[in-house]
């Protein structure tokens, strides 16, 4: 089975820009969609990205999804750090016939 | 307001069961398919089931196949996950979430389900 695999916390400053990469380890990471999730404390995951790049209506700019097949892996860049952005970030495809896979998750910290 | 309402979690023996109830209200579950999702410390998101929006289709983990069941009423808006022979591993909060064919776009808050003797 695929696995998705996150680095498990970032951090960085106010302003900064951050990067979270998610790693897939069997199979080609251009072979399925990439969506990304944002979780805050004690709230339900919520859609940011999907389709490996394309923002949901509403979600700042400064969040953006890519794909790299030379690493095998997708990557949620966050410009301009906000201290809402604080929150866990998932990673998430859909492959096959009805195999859904979350990635393990990463905790943003602003500093 | 736009929500997913999930109920019938609680703290249960190994071997009992629950069912878990899913109410749509400002939303219609009609024409999409609704899966469960559950969140745990050690295992973080994992999806569970789901059922096609015709309601014919079910598929599940293969963690859970067998001992789940998920279903829906049509009428009520509302979706159900029979869950048998609960083990420690079942332990963890347990959404219920609409998917739009690309992506999950509502979720509920979730039930919480504790398997512990």
């Known amino acids: 089975n695929v696995m998705l695999i996150q680095p498990l916390s970032v951090s960085d400053s106010p302003g900064k820009t951050i990067t979270i990469s998610c790693i897939r380890s069997?199979?080609?990471?251009?072979?399925?969609?990439v969506q990304w999730y944002q979780q805050r404390p004690g709230s339900a995951p919520n859609v940011i990205i999907y389709e490996d790049n394309r923002r949901i209506s509403g979600v700042p700019d400064r969040f953006s999804g890519s794909v790299d097949r030379a690493s095998n892996s997708a990557s949620l860049t966050i410009s301009g750090l906000k201290s809402e952005d604080e929150a866990d970030y998932y990673c998430q495809i859909y492959y096959d016939i009805f195999h859904y896979v979350f990635g393990s998750g990463t905790r943003v910290t602003v500093l | 307001q736009v929500k997913l309402l999930e109920s019938g979690g609680g703290v249960v023996q190994p071997g009992m069961s629950l069912r878990l109830s899913c109410v749509a209200s400002g939303l219609s579950l009609r024409g999409f398919p609704v899966h469960w999702v559950r969140q745990s410390p050690d295992k973080g998101l994992e999806w569970v089931a789901l059922?096609?929006?015709?309601?014919?289709?079910?598929f599940y983990a293969d963690s859970v196949e067998g001992r789940f069941t998920i279903s829906r009423d049509h009428l009520q808006n509302t979706v159900f996950l029979d869950m048998t022979n609960l083990g420690p591993e079942d332990t963890a909060l347990y959404y219920c979430?609409?998917?739009?064919?690309?992506?999950?776009?509502?979720w509920g808050q979730g039930t919480p389900v504790t398997v512990s003797s």
């Open positions: 979430v609409r998917y739009s064919g690309v992506y999950y776009d509502y």
């Open positions: 069997s199979g080609s990471i251009g072979d399925n969609y």
């Open positions: 059922m096609a929006f015709h309601g014919g289709s079910k």
